[in-house]
Structures are given as C-alpha cells and as structure tokens.
C-alpha cells in the first residue's frame, strides 16, 4: 500500500506510451493523409462502437447496443451491422414495413443512426443507444458506487477509529468538500446539511470521471465530463436544486431585490427580469466551464501525439524526433490535466455550494 | 457542430446514471460517513476537553504534592531541632545529675572522712586516757620509795607519753 504512488505514476506512463498505439491504428485504417483534426474529433465525440485497439491490420472493438424507438416501437441491434453493411434493415412487425437505419459519414445527423426513407431523406429517431460515451460513464458511475460502497463498510467496520487506506483519501476530499467548500459557500448549519450530499456526489462524480478520462485504455479514457450532455445535465440538477429548493428571502431578492432604486422596478422590472436571466445563466456557464476546460484538455494531449503522426508521414527520423518531444510535452498536459480534473471538480462544486448558500441564506436583521 | 449540441439519448442515461450515483450516495453512503465523521468528532472533542481537564487536575496535584512536600520538609525541620533541643536539655540534665550525684559522694566521703578522724581521735584520746591511767599506775606503783627520783620519772613518762602522741599525729 506504501508504493501506490508509484504504482499510480507508473500506470500513468503505461498508460501515455499504450497512447501510440492508437494513433497508429489511426494510421493504418486511413493508408492516406493521417488527419489529426479527425481523430481527435473522433475521441472527443460520441460513437457506436468502442475502439479498443487495431492489430495487424484487424480493429478490435466492442460493438454496442443500440436502442432507438420510431413511432413507439423500439428496434435493438447491434451497431456491428453498421460495420459490415452501410445500411440495416429490420422489418416492422405489426405492419410489415421495412426500416432502413444508417450512419451517415456527412450532413446535419452525421455520425448518428438515422431511418433513411423511402425518398431518400434522413429522419433521426428518438435514439437511447448504449454509445461509448454511455458505457464509460455506466462503468465510472459502478466504479464511484463500488468505492463509495468500500468507504461505507470500512466506516462501518472502523467506527470511531481513524480511517485507513481509501477511506483516508475519501475522508480527506469529504472532510474538504464539507468544510472548504459547503460550510464557507453556505451559512447555516442546518442547510449544510441539506446540500452537502448533492455536493460531495457531483465533487467526486466529476472528479473520478475527469480522472478516468485521462487514462487512455479501455474501459477508460472516454471524454465523459468533456460531454456537452453531461455537464448539462450536471448543471440541471443544480439549477433545480438551487430553484426547487430557495427559500423566500431568495425570490424576494429575485423579484424584489432590496437596495436598487423603485425605477428599476417598476413601470419596467429590469432587476427582476436581470435577476431571473441570472438563474439561468449560473447553471449555463457551469455546464460550458466545465465541457470547455475538460474538452480543451483532451484535444491538447490528441494534439500533441498526432504531432508525432503528422511530422512521421514527412520523415521517419523526424517522426522519432518527434515523438521525444510530444511525449515530454504531453507528459507535462497530463500532468496539468490531473491539476484541471482537481480544480474543474473543486470549481463545480464551490458554485454549486454558492448557489445553494444564496437560495437557502438566512434573514439577517441589520 | 455536434461537439456543443448534446446528444438526448446521453441526456437521458447520464440522467439515470447520476440520479442513482445521487440516490446511493445520499441514502446508503453519506449517512454512514457523515454520522462516523460526526462521531469521531465529537468524541476527539471529549477527548481533548479530557486531557486538558486531566492536565488541570495534573497540575492542582502537582502544586499539592509541592505543598505537601514543603510542608513535610518543615516538619521534619521542626522535628530535628525538637530533637535537638531535647538532646541538648538531656544532657544537661545528665551533667548536672552527675555533677550533682559527684558532689554528694564528695560530701558523703568528707563527712565519712570527718567520722573517721573523730572516731581516730575519740580512740587516740581513750588510748592516751588509757596511757596516761598506766603510767599513773606505775607512776604510783613507785612513787612511794623516792620523792626525787619521783618526780623525775612523772617527767620522764610525760616526755615519752608526748613523744608517742606526737609521732602518733604525725602518722
């Protein structure tokens, strides 16, 4: 146990050189133009399938369900139909009508299953799909479960007695999340109490999975919180918890905010419609912060190892000279990153506990 | 420009995903460790609290231990020159006792001393008495035959009667 840290820089490294791999299926599969802006973008966006690694010319991936519904019913599949054939073709069973999904490489729905019609046009069913976006985030959140499961019984078990091993670290971060964070963003002990759950959740969700994202093999390394959708849906939870959640004093400061002059209010409610744009926006910025920073960081460390691919088609020497220099250069982002994964998550969750310190603030008579 | 359109399908499943993270968090696993932190805290409270009263009482025993300590050192002090003086008053009395007892035996052996000379001279009288009876015996035994030669004899037995008591007083 003395040695994880070794183990965890150890595995990093592992991890950064099996990165090479990966870029150079990248390269195989294409024979032309290695195009880094494309595989980036292919590793930062969504697909049906997961590519693990391609060996001797033959890719190896994990081929995943999907799950759309047209018209209210619902069509499962493999996406490993769309491997073999552009084009799948299911036959509807109440009315006989065949159904034809594809995954179109250009226009508006490009990269997403579609229902081509019988014109020729694209239709985007409602689509649920276990993408490799979805599992990732399906293995981080058992993973969160399973060591959130671990601390409880080692509290259980240990009781009173001072924690060890991963309950230290977890302790650590909780402890830090309670008072750093929820007791000096929210002024009343009892609303701590309240929110402190949601907070720890979204800290260590955020923080495990920004984690995970910088770990380049399967089943990891997927660009979880880098994903518009789940930060999104990250900062929903915090603009209804905040909302739902808001006492009086916090509507009064919204419909009525005290200290501005009646002119603001009145013929024209310029403060309240100001204060009520602002509901909106916090949620929104946080969902953007985050996409952005995780996103930026991804496509920095994609950047700098395509780098080698790109010089390697000019000249094989170069190609190695290269490499030397992206990997210390990549090296020192990742080394960054684990910074950002920190902050993002600390961020996150100081103005998520902000928010809820403003909705739950308590009358102070002066 | 898909990267900033989100995907409904992953809205949904993140949805999902994160309400049960949430659920089991907030339901199974943070009030497990919240009331441990709580626990823990509360009882190192007491336990600092504690050793800060043990450490006052610690320090009251100590101050008494010093006072009795001190007060102990006082009374062996007063002890001692207790000890001391009734020594002192001991002795003295011995000297004086001995002083005393010495004196008395001095005067008893003067005393005894004086008897003894009475009695020596009470006897040295009776012999000269005897003596002198004696000699008057003899002295009258011829007394009748000569009145000079008489005479001269009284003087004679006187001379020697002296004679013998003086070396008598001598001795």
């Given at each position: 146990?003395?040695?994880?840290?070794?183990?965890?820089?150890?595995?990093?490294?592992?991890?950064?050189?099996?990165?090479?791999?990966?870029?150079?299926?990248?390269?195989?599969?294409?024979?032309?133009?290695?195009?880094?802006?494309?595989?980036?973008?292919?590793?930062?966006?969504?697909?049906?399938?997961?590519?693990?690694?391609?060996?001797?010319?033959?890719?190896?991936?994990?081929?995943?369900?999907?799950?759309?519904?047209?018209?209210?019913?619902?069509?499962?599949?493999?996406?490993?139909?769309?491997?073999?054939?552009?084009?799948?073709?299911?036959?509807?069973?109440?009315?006989?009508?065949?159904?034809?999904?594809?995954?179109?490489?250009?226009?508006?729905?490009?990269?997403?299953?579609?229902?081509?019609?019988?014109?020729?046009?694209?239709?985007?069913?409602?689509?649920?799909?276990?993408?490799?976006?979805?599992?990732?985030?399906?293995?981080?959140?058992?993973?969160?479960?399973?060591?959130?499961?671990?601390?409880?019984?080692?509290?259980?078990?240990?009781?009173?007695?001072?924690?060890?091993?991963?309950?230290?670290?977890?302790?650590?971060?909780?402890?830090?999340?309670?008072?750093?964070?929820?007791?000096?963003?929210?002024?009343?002990?009892?609303?701590?109490?309240?929110?402190?759950?949601?907070?720890?959740?979204?800290?260590?969700?955020?923080?495990?999975?920004?984690?995970?994202?910088?770990?380049?093999?399967?089943?990891?390394?997927?660009?979880?919180?880098?994903?518009?959708?789940?930060?999104?849906?990250?900062?929903?939870?915090?603009?209804?918890?905040?909302?739902?959640?808001?006492?009086?004093?916090?509507?009064?400061?919204?419909?009525?905010?005290?200290?501005?002059?009646?002119?603001?209010?009145?013929?024209?409610?310029?403060?309240?419609?100001?204060?009520?744009?602002?509901?909106?926006?916090?949620?929104?910025?946080?969902?953007?912060?985050?996409?952005?920073?995780?996103?930026?960081?991804?496509?920095?460390?994609?950047?700098?190892?395509?780098?080698?691919?790109?010089?390697?088609?000019?000249?094989?020497?170069?190609?190695?000279?290269?490499?030397?220099?992206?990997?210390?250069?990549?090296?020192?982002?990742?080394?960054?990153?684990?910074?950002?994964a920190y902050i993002q998550a600390y961020v996150f969750t100081l103005l998520s506990a902000l928010y809820f310190g403003m909705a739950s603030k308590e009358h102070h008579k002066s | 420009m898909e990267l900033i359109s989100p995907d409904f399908g992953y809205i949904f499943w993140m949805t999902l995903a994160f309400a049960i993270v949430f659920f089991f968090i907030a339901k199974f696993a943070f009030p497990v460790i919240g009331k441990a932190l709580k626990n823990r805290?509360?009882?190192?409270?007491?336990?600092?609290?504690?050793?800060?009263?043990?450490?006052?009482?610690?320090?009251?025993?100590?101050?008494?231990?010093?006072?009795?300590?001190?007060?102990?050192?006082?009374?062996?002090?007063?002890?001692?020159?207790?000890?001391?003086?009734?020594?002192?008053?001991?002795?003295?009395?011995?000297?004086?006792?001995?002083?005393?007892?010495?004196?008395?035996?001095?005067?008893?052996?003067?005393?005894?001393?004086?008897?003894?000379?009475?009695?020596?001279?009470?006897?040295?009288?009776?012999?000269?008495?005897?003596?002198?009876?004696?000699?008057?015996?003899?002295?009258?035994?011829?007394?009748?035959?000569?009145?000079?030669?008489?005479?001269?004899?009284?003087?004679?037995?006187?001379?020697?009667?002296?004679?013998?008591?003086?070396?008598?007083?001598?001795?």
């Open positions: 146990m003395r040695n994880w840290k070794y183990i965890v820089s150890l595995s990093f490294l592992i991890c950064l050189i099996f990165t090479l791999p990966n870029f150079a299926k990248a390269e195989n599969e294409q024979k032309e133009k290695f195009n880094a802006g494309e595989v980036i973008i292919e590793h930062i966006l969504d697909s049906y399938e997961w590519h693990i690694f391609t060996w001797k010319g033959h890719e190896v991936s994990i081929y995943l369900p999907c799950i759309v519904f047209n018209e209210g019913k619902c069509y499962t599949f493999s996406s490993r139909n769309f491997r073999e054939n552009e084009f799948y073709k299911t036959v509807n069973k109440t009315n006989s009508e065949e159904l034809v999904f594809t995954i179109p490489h250009e226009g508006d729905y490009k990269g997403k299953i579609v229902i081509v019609n019988a014109d020729g046009t694209q239709k985007r069913p409602f689509d649920i799909s276990i993408t490799k976006n979805v599992l990732a985030l399906f293995i981080s959140c058992a993973l969160i479960i399973i060591l959130f499961y671990l601390v409880t019984k080692a509290y259980q078990k240990r009781g009173e007695k001072a924690p060890k091993g991963l309950q230290s670290l977890f302790e650590m971060l909780i402890v830090y999340v309670r008072d750093d964070i929820a007791r000096k963003a929210i002024n009343n002990e009892k609303s701590v109490d309240k929110y402190l759950p949601y907070l720890i959740t979204v800290f260590f969700f955020i923080f495990i999975n920004n984690l995970l994202g910088l770990i380049p093999i399967f089943p990891f390394g997927a660009n979880i919180t880098g994903n518009i959708a789940v930060t999104a849906v990250l900062a929903l939870f915090t603009f209804f918890i905040t909302n739902l959640l808001g006492n009086k004093e916090y509507y009064k400061d919204i419909f009525n905010t005290p200290g501005v002059p009646w002119f603001l209010k009145f013929p024209l409610p310029l403060m309240p419609i100001i204060e009520t744009v602002g509901c909106f926006t916090k949620p929104f910025v946080l969902a953007i912060r985050l996409f952005a920073n995780i996103t930026a960081g991804h496509i920095v460390v994609l950047g700098f190892i395509s780098s080698i691919f790109i010089v390697a088609q000019i000249s094989v020497a170069g190609g190695v000279g290269m490499s030397v220099f992206s990997l210390i250069l990549a090296i020192f982002v990742d080394c960054i990153e684990l910074l950002v | 805290e509360q009882k190192i409270t007491e336990a600092l609290e504690q050793a800060e009263r043990t450490h006052e009482e610690m320090k009251n025993l100590q101050a008494k231990n010093e006072e009795l300590l001190k007060k102990a050192k006082e009374e062996r002090e007063e002890m001692l020159n207790e000890a001391k003086i009734s020594s002192d008053q001991i002795i003295e009395e011995a000297k004086e006792k001995a002083k005393q007892e010495a004196n008395r035996i001095m005067e008893s052996a003067k005393e005894s001393i004086g008897n003894e000379y009475k009695a020596a001279m009470t006897d040295i009288k009776n012999q000269i008495a005897n003596i002198s009876i004696k000699v008057a015996e003899k002295i009258l035994e011829k007394e009748l035959s000569k009145d000079e030669a008489q005479m001269e004899y009284i003087d004679k037995i006187i001379k020697e009667t002296e004679e013998k008591m003086g070396d008598e007083k001598v001795r």
